[in-house]
């Protein structure tokens, strides 16, 4: 080990010039030789005393007075010129005749111990010369004293040996390339000169060597993958073909210089996919396909990962021969693939529909969702670090979601299978973990409707039945599938959802209060146990609403929980919607006193006949002021469905304006509880014909803000602009946008160019 100090500023002799003995250039170089001699033997491990600070000042001292004498006595510039001289006499030598005798391996292990004594030599010699580096050099602006060193290097030992040790430099690459065991740190040592001799340039680095080694590579790999190409499949080639990418990329970041990295692993992926694309694809015991089908994931995502780099830097490429561009062709086998196993799906679920009873219709429709998303999520596995691959699941999942299933857009699926997930005992032995994950996959899936506004109509009907009619299992999946919809979709598409939600919160907070108030007024007493929903107006679905004439005791009801409100606040109206509501009623029969669950419409109907042993179709009407097809309704659930409550004259299953009908005293059941449903209303066509009527608004809207921004625009730009603006929602109907834009024409918003009929203005 070397010691030297890190000294800069030494004391000299404070003697005035003119006083200070002249030192000649023979007295002062001889004993800056004596010191450089010393300073070599010690460097070639010779008996020498180390240097002491007195030496060290002695020496500089001596530069110093040589270098600052007045002329002639200056010697600067020839102390400049010994010092390139001393490196000259060194290399001339000692380092040169020590390589010669050197081959192969050895010579490199000699290399490198030479260049790591020349850069000692080159940091004591710098230092005792250093007055020369801080003002001679500066002011005549010559190169450095390190410099001066590298190019005596680069000169005269680099220039005569560096052919040679790239020769065995490769060499060894390709030796270890062959599986035997190298000496890395050699490699790394001897590559750092071809680095540190071109003094912050790459050019003998890029020339002297990277040109060469680049150029083996490409032989090497030609002949490797030339034979492997006959002789594996598809699998085992790509198997073998990423390993030596692995292997090279090691090998940068262990011995070479970084900015070989991308040229190299350039040079390697042309050799193993840009020759011999074709054969890839084609070979007849490995096709993609078959990867594909068979779940090789593994294989295949090999195969993806180096065909995509491929594709990405094919314009680097050129290539010049008649061969599919990259990844496309993978992934258009993929592509197929997905969407002949999502037609088979669909098809077998059709199927299924078609020779089981109605009532199975739902339970096979959750299994085909369920199978959805199982092979979504197969697919994914294939596709999350390729943008091509991503955009053919895209592609074949959008093929399906425009599709159907016996009747049922993928919108309807979608919703109904969530709401099968969040409904009460529905969800089965899921814990709540599965649930969440199930719901995640589900999201997803939304990425691919087209629909999206019938999926949130739907959707938001359904949630709407859970919290009214508490079928919703947890608050916080609720809350939870609303925040990943809004995450994928945005706030404004889930902003009523979650206010419904909210409502549900304040309606607990709210019925609290009302039941301080009843307890706190012992005048308001509605008789019943009341609960009431109260509903914030724009944020739930639209409901009928209708005049029903409620019975006495449901009436006060009304007006106890309206006095209660009044007390809250006098700036909100309460709209009653009796379709909501439940009762729990006891009916008094002859084998038993039962509690029927029904509807608020069901329990007035009930009602009449406390007072009433018979009573005709007409009469029901009237006392309920409803219209035929509510009371048809009410009517067949209390006398012809599954509960005859009701005995209907004649005794038939159909209901008709000259029926009759009494009380069922002898009715029984097993139950002790029993809920009675009113028949189900078709409400998959109000919706459908709801979200027709949103889209023509929908488009109307887009076409005004798009004009009123544009105030001249041609048919075709308004048309794409439109189908651009409201793609996130619905796929817009290009003859629907015709009609609208016709609509707006007729309603003044827009007019026709008089010359060109294509051309519109906004009228302000």
Known sequence: MFWFWGLRN????SMPMGEREIICFEQG??????????????????????????????????????????????????????????????????????????????????LVKRWAI????????????????????????????NEVGLTCFRDLVYKE??????????????????????????????????????????????????????KDTVAYYSQKASSWILDDSCPDYMLKAEKCLRQEKDGVSLYLHSSTEAKLLEKVQHEFLSVYATQLLEKDDSQCHALVRDDKVEDLSRMSGLLFYLSKNKKRFRLLFKIPQGIEPVSSIFKQHVIAEVTALVK????????KKKDLVGLQEEVFVRKVIELHEKYLAYVNDYHTFRKALKEAFEVFCNMGVSGSSSAELLATFCDNILKKGSSGKLSDEDIEETLEKVVKLLDYISDMDLFAKLYRKKLARRLLFDESANDDHERSILMKIKQKCGGQFTSKMERMVTDLTLTRENQTSFEEYLSNNSHANPGIDLTVTVLTTGFWPSYKSFDLNLPPELVKCVKVFREFYQTKTKHRKLTWIYSLGTCNISGKFEPKTMELIVTTSQTSVLFLFNSSDRLSYSDIMTELNLTDNDVVRLLHSLSCAKYKILNKEPNIKTISPTDYFEFNSKFTDKMRRIKIRLPPVDEKKKVIEDVDKDRRYAIDASIVRIMKSRKVLGHQQLVMECVEQLGCMFKPDLKAIKKRIDDLITRDYLERDKDNPNLFRYLA
């Open 10 to 13: 030494y004391g000299y002799s």
């Open 29 to 110: 170089w001889e004993l800056m030789q004596k010191a450089i001699t010393k300073l070599k033997n010690i460097l070639e491990g010779l008996p020498e005393p180390q240097f002491s600070s007195e030496d060290y000042m002695m020496l500089y001292t001596t530069i110093y007075n040589m270098c600052t004498q007045r002329p002639p006595h200056d010697y600067s510039q020839q102390i400049y010129c010994k010092y390139r001289e001393t490196f000259e006499e060194y290399i001339t030598s000692t380092v040169l005749p020590s390589l010669k005798e050197k081959h192969d391996e050895f010579m490199l292990r000699e």
């Open 118 to 145: 020349y850069k000692v030599l080159g940091r004591w010699l710098s230092h005792f010369f250093n007055y020369l580096d801080r003002y001679f050099i500066a002011r005549r602006n010559l190169p450095r004293l």
């Open 161 to 214: 040996f560096n052919g040679k040790v790239r020769d065995v430099v490769i060499s060894l690459i390709d030796k270890e390339r062959e599986g035997e065991q190298v000496d890395r740190a050699l490699l790394r040592n001897v590559l750092y000169i071809f680095v540190a001799i071109g003094m912050g340039q790459m050019d003998q680095y890029e020339n002297d060597f990277e040109a060469a080694f680049l």
């Open 348 to 355: 077998q679920a059709e199927d299924a529909a078609n020779n």
